[in-house]
């Protein structure tokens, strides 16, 4: 099954520790996006990308930054982190061919001490 | 600036009880809107959007442009219902999605 893959799942850092966070998906989609979720503040848009060559800040942006190494790998980097990056972090697809609906992968709950 | 608000963190009711959840948006342009939700140890997954005018197990949700409101119903709660309700806005032609707050639906027996 095409699918959407996150690596680590549960990772605890300390903080100023570098970190990141992996996606690769096999649904052949161009679009790829990435999110945090925090308890009452729902899903939040960090950084998408449309295309390999395209690269674009989303809502929350500031303390982290992004690669995209292929259509089918979009990597989130946290250069120094900190206890407020502390939250599940979503990876998601979409193919605008098919309409706007997101794909999302499982999840990376990432703990900053 | 392009808001969806979930004013419900926690809704619960009782099985066969009818459930709305609330979503207001602001927009000032035509949106696309959106229905996800995550069952308990699933992923987030597409429930149902607007254009596509259709009830997904038994869910339905009118968008209301004079209200701004996109409200998710079901006539009447099953147990398995219980799950994380996210409403969601794209802003035309952007290609990114907006996500309100969250409701936590709780289907009591």
């Known amino acids: 099954d095409a699918d959407v893959t996150q690596t680590p799942r549960n990772r605890i850092t300390k903080t100023g520790k570098r970190i990141m966070l992996e996606c690769s998906q096999t649904?052949?989609?161009?679009?790829m996006y990435w999110y945090r979720q925090d308890p009452g503040l729902g899903l939040r848009l960090i950084y998408y990308?449309?295309?390999?060559?395209?690269?674009n800040k989303g809502e929350i942006s500031d303390g982290y930054s992004v690669s995209r190494q292929a259509q089918a790998k979009f990597s989130l980097s946290l250069e120094s982190a900190i206890p407020n990056q502390t939250a599940l972090y979503f990876c998601?697809?979409?193919?605008?061919?098919?309409?706007?609906?997101?794909?999302f992968g499982e999840g990376s709950r990432l703990t900053v001490l | 600036a392009q808001r969806v608000t979930q004013p419900e963190k926690l809704l619960s009711v009782f099985k066969g009880a009818p459930v709305e959840l609330k979503c207001n948006y602001s927009?000032?342009?035509?949106?696309?809107l959106f229905w996800y939700v995550q069952y308990s140890r699933q992923r987030l997954q597409l429930l149902l959007r607007?254009?596509s005018r259709e009830s997904i197990k038994g869910f339905t949700a009118d968008l209301n442009k004079g209200e701004t409101s996109f409200h998710l119903k079901k006539p009447f709660a099953q147990e398995e219902d219980s799950a994380m309700y996210y409403c969601?806005?794209?802003?035309?032609?952007?290609?990114?999605?907006?996500f309100g707050q969250g409701t936590t639906l709780q289907v009591k027996p």
């Open positions: 998601a697809t979409s193919d605008p061919l098919t309409g706007e609906e997101l794909f």
């Open positions: 649904k052949g989609h161009d679009r």
């Open positions: 990308s449309f295309d390999v060559k395209d690269i």
């Open positions: 927009y000032s342009g035509s949106p696309e």
């Open positions: 607007h254009i």
């Open positions: 969601a806005l794209t802003p035309s032609n952007t290609g990114k999605l907006i």
